[in-house]
């Protein structure tokens, strides 16, 4: 028979790293907490048992989606035992997961983690004698060094077939006579085995669990208030404080910590600087700045090697799509096959490609900060600022995982317990700059004379977006509540491992080429038949005749909208913006082939043509603000629709985050345009000022809720 084993712990202390060692699959490795949103199978390797990956939590209350999940698994499908993974570098914290799942009565054995780190520190852990305080196996481990792990999965083997459930953990007579009394009011009512577990929730006051066994709360409240006044503190900080103690008796016991130097270590020392609530920010800014800087940066001293390696493949792209042309030629392939292969499918596909050697490196910078433990520090920083902004500092982490695609990065939002905070994520994760929306920084770099900072204005107004929309969103009545607690813990500092970097890279370009080989391409034939076809099928003269195509007609319709921003009368800028919605590649790949006509696409010449149609930097940031910022790509709404339920609310979100982008860029057109002597037309000064006066109203009009939120707090 099959075994099956659910494998629990904390968030970042090490569960899939583990699950990974056990199982010998691959899944990706995040270093910050919150990566693992769903539940993920396995089987162990040399075992008849399967291993079940559950979210990573802090308890089995239901502050969160993912404890919800997981305990619904542990008490619904019975597995037939628990590995237990606790950090050992921070063993009070994640005990106290461990006493709760002791009481759901399922045989289970605690692999304690991180034991190198603990080595490295010189500190000594007496794993027995927790064995023996808590009747349970503890095996010391060090997952990614993957140490002990055989050992792990014998003990683990024995517990599932012995059976053998953990005796209960005792505490205080009157805390004892209680839970007693809870469990024969919920005798018959619920799993015997779990009764314990369900008994404590009941004097929690947990809302689950007062539902679904309704009266059995009343019928002990006697002596629950009993407990109350003895204690002089509310039932679940008892209950939890009781906790704390068994563990920090137990703890103290057990460890022995080498003597830290003065200034604490050098890990310590960089964190005070990294973390620091004032430099802490302008450093973040500055190594985002050089990971674009390294990935984008063109320009006439330096050419950095993302560019660089750009560069190269588009020179042999060109040629390529040269030699295609010229082969076309020679053997008769008739104009509308050429046209498609080489205006439509080589300049669409050739133009988003060829940023991935950008986005390669772009990535490889990324997962190395992410990796070394930088962006763990990054997300304790902008914890404390959103916090000062009733946001959750867990929104930050979706954030992070949205830079690389938006998609995963609106699920990781699941893992925020606040219900508003989590839907206000959801809604604003996508104002980050995406990979797919690299194409279209760089090429406006480009089309501003190398200026890098154009992607550094994307990522950090991006952020500043996602406040504000927090203190304005938080304001209406749907969207009003609590920041949940979040306890952000920074892991160790370590050097990334090379496989886990490699592996990052290589998933996330895959994912890119892939796309660009399917809706990119399939985009660009589509775009290719509408801008040489008018409405009565008839093929159009590139050089001539595109003025009247389909695609131009339509676009022409929609340019009307986007005159006030500053892009004048161009179709192309339309239909390129509205293309974006299928993928954001588009956005370059639809320039690539309306542009191209009789040249190859490179992205110099997108580039190129986009400062000329634009004619000035102004308009050039506006068009850039409102396409980085606006509607995300269809899959990304699709994962909006899946956090936000319905197609209304999606649609509210999908329009919010259009008039926001709408707003940024005709408030960065009006000012720079201003600033730099550009001939403003009156009806974007006008819309502008009213743009200004909403925002400083939502932004500073007084929060409705905020009283309610600080009374209850
Ligand atoms: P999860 O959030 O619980 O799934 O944790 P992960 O498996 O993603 O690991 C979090 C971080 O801890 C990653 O950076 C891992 O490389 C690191 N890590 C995991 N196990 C160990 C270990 O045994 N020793 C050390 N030093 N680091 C580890
Ligand atoms: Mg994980």
């Known amino acids: ?166 005796p209960h953990v005792i505490y205080d007579d009157t805390i004892e006579s209680t839970a007693q009394e809870a469990e024969n009011a919920l005798k018959g009512k619920v799993p015997e085995e779990n009764i314990r577990f369900y008994a404590f929730k009941l004097i929690d006051d947990d809302p689950l669990v007062n539902e679904s066994v309704p ?25 939890a404080d009781s906790r704390y103690r ?98 439509g499918i080589m300049a669409g596909v050739g133009a988003v ?103 550094v204005y994307a990522y950090f107004m991006g952020i500043v977006l996602v406040i504000f929309s927090g203190i304005i969103l938080k304001k209406f009545k749907r969207l009003a509540g609590n920041p949940a607690p979040f306890i952000m813990e920074l892991p160790p500092y370590h050097i990334p491992k090379l496989y886990g970097v490699l592996k990052g890279i290589f998933d996330r370009c ?23 076809f008018d409405f009565a099928l008839n093929y159009l003269d590139p050089e001539t005749e595109m003025e009247d195509s389909i695609l131009a007609t339509l676009g022409g319709y929609i340019a009307y909208i986007f005159i006030p921003l500053g892009w004048e009368n161009h179709w192309e800028l339309a239909a390129s913006t509205i293309t974006g919605l299928m993928a954001k590649e588009n956005i370059v790949a639809t320039l690539g082939v309306v542009l191209v006509g009789d040249s190859e696409a490179t992205i110099s010449s997108v580039s190129d043509a986009l400062a000329v149609m634009l004619g000035n930097e102004a308009a050039i940031l506006s068009f850039f603000s409102f396409n980085i910022f606006c509607a995300p790509c269809v899959a990304a709404i699709g994962a909006i629709h899946r956090e936000l339920d319905t197609w209304g609310a999606t649609g509210l979100a999908v329009l919010y985050q259009c008039t926001v982008s709408y707003c940024i860029a005709i408030i960065v057109y009006a000012v720079y345009g201003t600033i730099i002597g550009v001939d403003i037309d009156w009806y974007t000064y006008a819309l502008a000022a009213v743009d200004v006066v909403i925002l400083a109203y939502l932004l500073v009009a007084k929060d409705p809720f905020r009283q309610k939120r600080e009374a209850k707090a």
Not at 401 to 409: H, I, R, S, Y
């Open 246 to 343: 068994k563990i920090t008796e137990v703890v103290d016991a057990a460890v022995k910590r080498a003597p830290r130097d003065e200034r604490g270590s050098l890990s310590d020392r960089v964190d005070r600087i990294v973390t620091h609530r004032i430099i802490g920010i302008p450093i973040f800014i500055v190594v985002i700045a050089m990971v674009y800087f390294l990935a984008l940066y063109d320009g006439e001293s330096f050419t950095s090697p993302g560019a660089w390696a750009t560069g190269c493949f588009n020179d042999w792209f060109a040629e390529m799509s040269a030699d295609l042309s010229e082969w076309c030629d020679e053997n008769d392939v008739s104009e509308i096959t050429s046209g498609i292969l080489i205006d």
């Open 215 to 239: 009266g059995a709360r009343e019928s002990i409240m006697g002596s629950i208030r009993r407990m109350e006044e003895e204690y002089d503190d509310s039932a679940d900080s008892i209950i």
């Open 510 to 532: 895959w994912a890119f080429v892939k796309k660009a080989f399917t809706v990119v391409l399939l985009a660009s034939v589509i775009i290719w038949f509408l801008c040489h």
């Open 353 to 455: 490609l060829g940023f991935l050697p950008q986005i390669a490196i772009m990535f490889t910078l990324l997962i190395i900060l992410e990796e070394v433990g930088y962006m763990a520090r990054v997300a304790f920083v902008m914890d404390r600022i959103f916090r000062y902004f009733n946001l959750s500092g867990k929104s930050f982490i979706p954030l992070l995982v949205g830079t690389g695609c938006g998609v995963p990065g609106v699920m990781s939002a699941r893992t925020i317990e606040s219900e508003s905070d989590r839907r206000i994520t959801a809604m604003t994760v996508t104002f980050m700059p995406c990979s797919a929306k690299l194409p279209i920084i760089s090429a406006i770099a480009g089309a501003l004379a190398g200026n890098m900072w154009v992607a």
């Open 1 to 166: 028979m099959t075994l099956t084993i659910a494998l629990a712990g904390n968030p970042n202390c090490g569960k899939t790293t583990l699950f990974n060692a056990l199982t010998g699959s691959s899944q990706r490795v995040g270093n910050w907490p919150g990566v693992t949103i769903d539940k993920k199978v396995g089987r162990i390797r040399g075992c008849d048992a399967e291993l079940v990956d559950l979210p990573g939590i802090y308890s089995l209350s239901p502050y969160s989606p993912e404890e919800i999940v997981s305990r619904n698994y542990i008490v619904n499908e019975k597995p037939d035992a628990i590995i237990n993974i606790v950090d050992a570098t921070n063993l009070e914290r994640n005990l106290y997961l461990s006493l709760q799942i002791i009481d759901m009565g399922i045989p289970m054995v605690i692999a304690m983690n991180m034991m190198d780190e603990v080595e490295k520190a010189g500190d000594h852990i007496d794993s027995d004698l927790i064995a023996k305080s808590f009747g349970i196996s503890v095996i010391p481990i060090s997952a990614a060094k993957k140490e002990n792990i055989d050992k792990l999965v014998g003990a683990i083997m024995d517990a599932a077939t012995s059976r053998k459930v953990p």
